[in-house]
């Protein structure tokens, strides 16, 4: 998995891109916890789960099934600070990206990005992203590769994307 703060970039960089008016703060903070939120799968470690399990770590909490339930979660929540479809989509979007991003790593044992239609874990057949390590131990001896990559593959795109998304947005605003 990239770093937990890493898997914020995504939604922080569509918020941002798109401005306070389309994607408010509280929204765009509900997405970013949605986009980290994930990783909380840890805990089922602690339970008995099994890594291969759906339940465990890069399982239903990584699915784009589980992305859909908290963008409908959102949508019904955020009735005052955000019309309901985007903050479905929005959120959806957010947290679809964990996995996503995930399945650009190096290692684990892939995403079950499709339960609960299959417990399956897939991996994209590029994966530029060194996986940052569950351990802290371990996590302290591969930091600057880690960094590295998750700068130049996430974060550099996410501003790119972001300032792409403010290009449009002002240019659409000029041609009104």
Known sequence: MPTIISHAAVPLAI???????????TL???????????????????FGATYDSAWAH??????I?????????????????APPLIAFA????????????DMMTNG????????????????FDWRPIQVS???????????ARIATTEFLCIWVPAAILALGLRATRFH???TR
């Open 133 to 143: 390590p569950l351990a802290t131990s371990r996590f302290v001896t591969r930091a």
């Open 90 to 101: 929005f959120v959806a979007l957010a947290a679809a990206s964990h996995g996503l991003l």
């Open 58 to 63: 890069r399982g239903f909490s990584h699915s």
């Open 15 to 25: 918020g941002l891109g798109l401005g306070n008016r389309r994607i408010p703060t």
């Open 108 to 123: 684990g044992h892939g995403i079950a990005i499709l339960w609960p239609a299959t417990d399956r874990r897939f991996f």
């Open 65 to 81: 099934g589980l992305a859909i339930v908290l963008g409908v979660l959102a949508a019904l929540l955020s009735r005052r600070s």
């Open 28 to 46: 765009l903070l509900t997405g970013m916890a949605a986009s980290m939120m994930p990783d909380a799968d840890v805990i089922f470690f602690r």
């Open 172 to 174: 659409q605003g000029a």
